[in-house]
């Protein structure tokens, strides 16, 4: 193997990915803000230099010290440490600023350890004082610890800035110590007959119990402390170490089921286990309580796709704590599935090349030792990964080289010196080695671990990924919102209802026209969308109506819909202005429509709110006992009395009441048990063969009374007419269903003629209904059948006992429309 | 237009990524076959036994491949007709340069030059190796020229 080669082409293509790394998050402030009038990034440039400067004088200095050491090794943990140290900067520049000091000064204790002798002879004879050492440290966490954040717990030691997390580098002294141990007191039988004796006299053998004992004060260390991860690794490690060492498989298994059984007495018996393996098991329960974290994890997974949003362009500060357990979550963000598969086959190479170097190493002591190494890098990569994807509980450790964190980033430095020490040998003759099989089954375990966590990766970014993002808890979309013009709402004369303008380069949505609230609704980033901004939203979003290429276009460039686009609604806005102020500060609800194109002109419920202020009042508004978010005309449900019967009587004649079957029929022809089919939420429609406790909304009893103005037909409502599409203009929105004929013309006329008021131009009826000591005054009305413009219905319900109030209210507007 | 061009950017910066994958990937791939030939090229000397069994007669056998066991079994490379034998009873293997005797757990042992053989030991030529009522004469051949063996 060319080592110079290798190592310059190694050095030169991360150089190189780093390097457009900083220019694109450079960039990322213009690509966002779609404008190069910004402020472009400059500061993670900092970063850059220093990694670099130390990426090269560590490559200098090691090729001059260990010439022979593992080539591969070095540039990759450059690479990941650098890939981490930009983006570190990139989530928060202040904690970038700290790890490219952090990434300094492990660098030196990297250079430290090199300095020693070549066979680590003292890491051997010093293994007790070391692990004590590191013990005592931990363990003054439990008197003095602290925890940088101020909450948490409390695994720091620490002040003025600088902290140090013990139980870090106690992971390292812990595999140092038991690699000298074993190697020095394993009997010295070989492996082969090791093998051949069963499991309990290996372990029965009295030396392996002081290993037992240290490692059981450190794990003791670390419950107590409530750090269950980092116990699980050194429980993990020594295990992994104990196997390598005696090649009984079933030390494993026995650990594995240890662990199994731990977490299931955890389950129930101890809060933060159990809250864990819940957030884990059914995540999708309590999306914003505990299982918090790991769906934002999963949403910026999704938003990552297969490409990436690209450096500095996604949203990864979403995620809590991104820097250090969600550092995998915010690369897969913003580098994609693409980028996940280069991580995982990084950490890939490094695992191979550790166990490569403990194959190859020239004594017992030093193989176990780069073994072990090998087995912290990954397990506790797998650990977190796998939690970032929720194939295994969450557990707060950090990804090594990656995430954030001196102790962790000074811990993995360690690990790749003693990792290249035990490989600068190749002159010397390899130890005997009986079988490599347990060396062999541990990288297949990591590999396996590995491309389990890119399936998982895919999984979420590709196949669940569409689906995720639409949650209404994925606050990308209220962040590209900001980002992307979002469609207006017109009336039917283009006069704008809801448009978004443009306030330092920053969208905000302005509700032009507010009384048409409960209609039109809101679409707010902590209260979500209501009305016609959430059921149109496809359109104003700009993913419905756009070609679908362009859609791809703009999602690979931005990571955004684009532009939305203008719908025309049905409501005039003139008509609009007469109805509110008829209806005033009465509780209820109006709707006027053309009975013959089903277009819905005026459309009122009272009392309305002002989704300008929805900052201030989103939260009472929601408990208001006057309910002003519900649009009483679509949503509303409410007891009619006798409000149906000239309907009954046109069909059925006036004398004898219609079988209950018959009335059931002809309410289903009328529309009276379906919720109305239009781009507007309606509220839910009385089950099918309700004669009693049938409720209504307004907008049902429009609909049930147009035929009379419509010479019989049922015309299906429409409240969107138009969106105005880059590529064609302004496209008509069909209605949902053709009209229906639901009575003979004759009957309609008859009907309407019988309703008609002398010397007016329409007919009229009135109705009260109750329910639970609550009055309802309705009124009905609409155009004569000769009517020669556009036929109109219209309905008043006033949740007050006031007939001739909703007469007034009623004529007044009906009166106002049919004036030319 | 900032987005064409970062995704240009963004693309070469894939590019780099699986640049190193690659080229590290292909490197380790390729030393794979170097040792690979190395290893194939690596030939063990031949191993000329001369077996004395212990109800008298010798056999010769010359073996070319780089482990062998001797045991009753009809499986082992030389197969011995002694009831002091077990199935597999020792072992004979080139690494590091040199043949090594290994017993394999045998029930009546190995012996070595009439000392008990208790380790891996490195073999010479004219070591005499017993085992149940046999005794096998090892010499180590200079060259690994194929010679046609004897049956037994």
Redesign the interface.
């Known amino acids: 193997m060319n080592h110079p080669t290798l190592r310059r082409n190694l050095t030169s293509f991360s150089v190189a990915f780093l390097l457009l790394f900083s220019v694109i998050l450079t960039l990322s402030p213009a690509v966002r803000e779609r404008t190069w009038q910004t402020d472009l990034r400059w500061d993670h440039w900092i970063g850059f230099a220093i990694w670099l400067a130390l990426f090269l004088l560590v490559q200098h200095l090691t090729s001059r010290r260990v010439p022979d050491s593992d080539a591969f090794l070095l540039p990759t943990a450059f690479l990941l440490s650098g890939w981490g140290l930009l983006t570190v900067w990139r989530l928060d520049p202040y904690f970038g600023a700290r790890q490219a000091i952090w990434l300094t000064a492990s660098t030196l204790g990297f250079f430290l350890l090199l300095r020693f002798p070549t066979d680590l002879l003292f890491l051997r004879r010093y293994k007790y004082l070391a692990l004590t050492g590191g013990i005592l440290l931990t363990a003054l966490t439990l008197v003095f610890g602290s925890n940088p954040s101020g909450f948490g717990p409390r695994l720091w030691i620490g002040g003025a800035d600088v902290y140090l997390q013990p139980s870090e580098p106690l992971k390292l002294l812990l595999v140092i110590y038991l690699a000298a141990y074993l190697a020095n007191r394993l009997p010295a039988e070989t492996f082969e007959s090791l093998r051949a004796q069963s499991l309990q006299r290996v372990l029965a053998i009295p030396l392996i119990v002081p290993t037992a004992i240290m490692t059981g004060i450190s794990l003791l260390i670390l419950v107590v402390q409530r750090d269950l991860g980092t116990a699980s690794i050194f429980l993990l490690l020594y295990t992994i170490i104990l196997f390598l060492a005696t090649g009984k498989r079933r030390v494993l298994l026995v650990t594995f089921a240890g662990l199994g059984l731990a977490a299931l007495v955890g389950y129930f018996f101890v809060d933060i286990i159990h809250a864990r393996l819940e957030a884990w098991l059914s995540p999708w329960t309590d999306p914003s309580g505990r299982s918090y974290q790991v769906i934002q994890s999963l949403l910026a997974i999704a938003n990552g796709g297969l490409f990436g949003r690209g450096p500095g362009l996604g949203s990864p500060t979403l995620v809590p704590v991104a820097l250090s357990d969600f550092i995998y979550t915010s690369i897969v963000e913003e580098t994609g599935f693409l980028g996940a598969a280069a991580l995982l086959t990084l950490l890939g190479i490094l695992l191979t090349r550790g166990a490569h170097a403990a194959l190859t190493a020239p004594d017992r002591f030093q193989r176990l030792l780069a073994g072990g190494v090998t087995a912290y890098l990954g397990v506790q990569s797998l650990l977190i990964i796998g939690g970032n994807l929720r194939l295994l509980p969450l557990t707060g450790v950090t990804l090594p080289f990656v995430s954030y964190g001196g102790s962790s980033l000074l811990t993995s430095f360690l690990a790749l010196a003693l990792l290249l020490r035990v490989s600068s040998q190749p002159e010397d003759e390899p130890a005997p080695l009986a079988s490599p099989r347990p060396y062999t089954f541990l990288v297949g375990l990591f590999f396996l671990g590995l491309f389990a966590s890119a399936l998982a990766t895919g999984w979420w970014a590709i196949v669940r990924g569409p689906d995720l993002l639409t949650r209404t808890d994925n606050a990308r979309r209220s962040i590209a919102d900001r980002f992307v013009q979002r469609g207006a709402l017109l009336d039917r004369g283009n006069q704008p209802i809801t448009i978004t303008t443009l306030r330092e380069n920053i969208f905000v949505r302005e509700y032009l026209y507010p009384d048409l609230s409960p209609l039109s609704g809101y679409t707010h980033p902590i209260f979500g969308q209501a009305g016609l901004e959430a059921s149109l939203d496809g359109y104003l979003r700009g993913f419905q109506g756009n070609p679908s290429s362009l859609v791809l276009w703009h999602n690979l460039l931005y990571g955004t819909p684009p532009p939305g686009l203008d719908l025309r609604l049905s409501i005039d806005l003139d008509l609009q202005r007469s109805a509110d102020r008829l209806l005033g500060e009465h509780v209820g609800a109006l709707i006027l429509m053309d009975s013959q194109s089903g277009e819905i002109l005026a459309l009122a419920s009272h009392p309305t709110y002002d989704p300008n202020k929805l900052d201030e009042t989103g939260d009472s508004l929601q408990t208001d006992p006057n309910s002003p978010l519900v649009n009483r005309a679509a949503q509303g449900a409410y007891p009619f009395g006798s409000l149906l019967d000239p309907l009954r009587a046109a069909r059925f004649g006036q004398v004898s009441g219609p079988e209950a079957a018959q009335l059931r029929a002809f309410y289903e022809e009328l529309g009276l048990y379906s919720a109305p089919d239009l781009r507007m939420p309606v509220g839910t429609a009385s089950t099918f063969g309700e004669i009693e406790n049938l409720r209504v909304s307004p907008l049902q009893i429009a609909l049930a009374f147009s035929p009379l103005s419509n010479g019989g037909v049922l015309a299906a409502p429409r409240i969107a007419l138009a969106v105005n599409t880059p590529a064609q203009g302004w496209v008509i929105l069909s209605a949902s269903r053709g009209p229906l004929p639901v009575m003979d013309e004759a009957e309609a006329l008859a009907a309407a003629e019988a309703l008609r008021v002398s010397e007016e131009l329409f007919w009229r009826y009135g109705a009260r209904s109750s329910e639970k000591e609550k009055s309802f005054a309705w009124f009905v009305a609409g155009t004569l059948p000769n009517w020669q413009g556009a036929p109109l219905t219209l309905v008043v319900l006033l949740e007050e006992d006031n007939a001739s109030l909703a007469m007034s209210i009623g004529e007044a507007l009906l009166k106002e429309a049919l004036e030319p | 237009m ?6 240009i ?2 693309l ?3 590019i ?6 690659g ?3 292909f ?2 791939w ?2 794979l076959q ?1 040792q690979g030939l190395a290893l194939a090229l690596r030939k063990a000397p031949a191993l000329d036994l001369a077996i004395q069994h212990g109800q008298g007669g010798t056999t010769r056998r010359t073996f070319q491949q780089t482990e062998l066991t001797f045991g009753r079994d009809p499986a082992c490379d030389l197969v011995l007709n002694d009831d002091a034998i077990s199935a597999r009873h020792v072992r004979l293997s080139f690494h ?1 340069g040199q043949w090594w005797v290994e017993d394999l ?1 045998s029930t009546n042992g190995t012996r070595l030059n009439q000392s008990a053989l208790a ?2 030991t490195v073999l010479a030529t004219g070591d005499q190796i017993e085992c149940g009522h046999t005794a096998v004469i090892v010499s180590i051949g200079a060259s690994a020229d194929p010679s046609p063996t004897t049956r037994l």
């Open positions: 900032s987005a064409v061009l970062v995704l950017l963004r070469a910066l894939s780099c990524l699986y640049a190193f994958l080229w590290a990937l490197t380790l390729r030393g170097q590091h757990g380790t891996p």
